[in-house]
């Protein structure tokens, strides 16, 4: 991989006594969760507002289309441009993009022009297929082979630990504004300067020859990749059997974004209640990542059987929980929408819906953390996992793109609701099939990692 500077043979002898080592996986992993706080975490609390904090869900429907059109494309290629460029500079690209786009929604606030908003969107995609494959390839490659879900779940925490306080800049700033369709303006503002902040924090990531595990061994013996290598090697993603059975379940897992974001949240709850609902539904998050996690780690001996049981409790509550979306989107449509419930002042009225939306936070972390468990069980090196997961980014922002759209022609909320619950529905047994076939009880199964004892003083194999 192209990162910079080369290295040198000290760097091979280095302590593994300490997990909070700068350069052990526990360290690098929280940093990428601290940077995926900063700017995807933000970015989540704004999007989860409905409409990204507008009364009026156009402007944001257009933005988000044009930004997951963008991120498919570049959601495949980031695993590429990543094992290019390495971390730094992949991630720092990556993050800046973010702060423009909450800056094209403060510009929306004063113009109501959505042609910015729309540029903007189209540059955050390619951005966040940077960040993503580049986060993908580190919370799956950096851990040990038998700690990957709890190094999953420590990165879902840490992350959507974002959306919470994200979630509490709108609640709180426009706490007094009960009859406000729009967030004010200190609303971006904050959710830029934390975006700014993840920037920066980014410049801190190692590349993967430099992070050392507990037992001495490096996350990756690949120094640098080129250009027509790549673009072999991202080409053959779409032959391989493996990312084929992964397809239905990355296209489903942003696909119940805009339902759920514009129709339940943005439909049901006024503007405050709404970022009340957002801390939740990421608090949520933190906690499916970690019971799913503790799962796929400590359920069983046999890694396959983990896998198995995992995504058994993920597809048993997955179908408790669009079953109860169910029984509450029958009683409401486009045209005819209940009046807006407050968290203070609804009552009893508030209890279900927001605990509806609290679920559906749940399962979308369990449901992530358990394909990135799948992903990373079928490799142990960043070069080959950051193509994987790449081209899970890429179907998957090539679904939430559709998504988008369906949401912005007004298609029947039904509608929505019974394509998310079949999309879901349908990934389970491929999951399983996958698992079956492709995962592994041992080591065998993965790619091996290089000890640093048997590499030479440029970090290639002797």
């Known amino acids: 991989m192209g990162f910079e500077g080369d290295e040198e043979s000290a760097a091979n002898q280095v302590s593994t006594k300490s997990r909070f080592r700068y350069n052990s996986p526990l360290v690098q992993v929280t940093l990428i969760g601290l940077v995926c706080f900063c700017c995807p975490g933000m970015f ?10 507008q009364v009026n869900p156009t402007a944001a429907n257009n933005a988000n289309t044009a930004l997951y059109t963008t991120f498919a494309i570049f959601g495949i290629l980031g695993g590429g441009i990543y094992n290019i460029l390495g971390p ?30 729309i540029v903007a969107g189209a540059v955050l995609g390619i951005g966040a297929g940077f960040l993503w494959a580049g986060e993908g390839a580190i919370m799956t490659s950096y851990p040990p082979p038998r700690r990957k879900g709890t190094y999953i779940s420590l990165f879902w925490s840490i992350f959507n630990m974002g959306g919470v306080i994200g979630g509490l800049i709108p609640f709180i700033l426009n706490y007094k504004r009960t009859e406000a369709a729009s967030v004010n303006d200190g609303t971006y503002i904050g959710f830029m300067c934390f975006m700014m902040a993840g920037t920066l924090l980014s410049l801190a990531i190692l590349p993967p020859s430099k992070v050392v595990r507990d037992d ?11 250009v027509s290598t790549e673009v072999v090697e991202i ?57 799913i996690g503790y799962i796929l ?40 929408l209940p009046p807006k419930l407050d968290f203070k002042d609804s009552g009893s ?19 992530q953390s358990m394909v990135y468990w799948v992903i990373g069980a079928l490799a142990d090196d960043s070069e080959i996992l950051s193509r994987y997961v790449g081209f899970y ?25 019974i394509v998310n619950w079949s999309l879901t529905t349908v ?17 065998k199964g993965e790619e091996p990692s290089i000890n640093p004892a048997s590499m030479d003083n440029n970090s290639k194999p002797v």
């Open 44 to 53: 989540n609390a704004l999007s989860g507002m409905g409409g990204g904090g």
């Open 88 to 117: 730094r500079l992949t991630l720092a690209a990556g993050c800046s993009t973010y702060v423009l786009y909450a800056g094209s929604f403060l510009y929306y606030n004063h113009k109501q022009h959505q042609s910015f908003a």
């Open 216 to 226: 001495g061994t490096r996350c990756t013996h690949i120094k640098y990749s080129k």
């Open 235 to 291: 080409g053959k993603l779409f032959f391989n059997w493996k990312m084929l059975l992964i397809a239905p379940a990355a296209w489903a897992s942003n696909f119940f974004y805009s339902y759920q974001f514009n129709n339940v949240n943005g439909v049901l709850f006024n503007l405050r209640t709404r970022g009340l609902n957002n801390v939740f539904y990421w608090g949520a998050q933190m906690v499916g990542s970690i019971g």
């Open 297 to 336: 780690d400590f359920s069983f001996q046999s890694r396959r059987k983990r896998g198995f049981f995992g995504i058994g409790i993920v597809a048993v509550f997955g179908t408790a929980i669009w079953a109860g979306g169910l029984a509450k989107q029958v009683g409401y449509k486009h045209n005819d």
């Open 349 to 367: 009225d508030f209890a279900g819906p927001f605990v509806l939306y609290f679920s559906y936070g749940l399962l979308d972390s369990m449901f």
């Open 393 to 417: 980014k890429g179907v998957q922002s090539a679904g939430a793109a559709v998504a988008w759209q369906v949401d912005a022609h007004k298609v029947p909320l039904l509608s929505q609701l």
């Open 427 to 443: 990934s389970y047994p491929l999951l399983a099939i996958l698992v079956m076939l492709a995962v592994k009880d041992d080591q």
